[in-house]
């Protein structure tokens, strides 16, 4: 998923490294799959700008 994943920060304007990617609320990692996460047709990735503090 890092190539989907550097696309959309480069479209966005933003670094991949301050996003985070998630599927039914678990995150994805740059090194999973679309066959690994089972993914179907209509799924959908989330994606989250990361929050620093609290």
């Known amino acids: 998923m890092e190539k989907v994943f550097t696309t959309y920060a480069s ?3 933003v670094s991949v490294s301050a ?18 996460l089972e993914l179907e047709d209509q ?4 994606c989250m700008l990361e929050q620093q503090g609290g």
């Not at 990617?21 to 090194?31: H, T």
């Not at 799924?43 to 989330?46: S, Y």
């Open 11 to 13: 479209r966005k304007g």
């Open 19 to 36: 996003l985070r990617f998630l599927l039914d609320g678990s995150r994805v990692g740059a090194e999973d799959t679309p066959t690994s």
């Open 43 to 46: 799924d959908q990735i989330d």
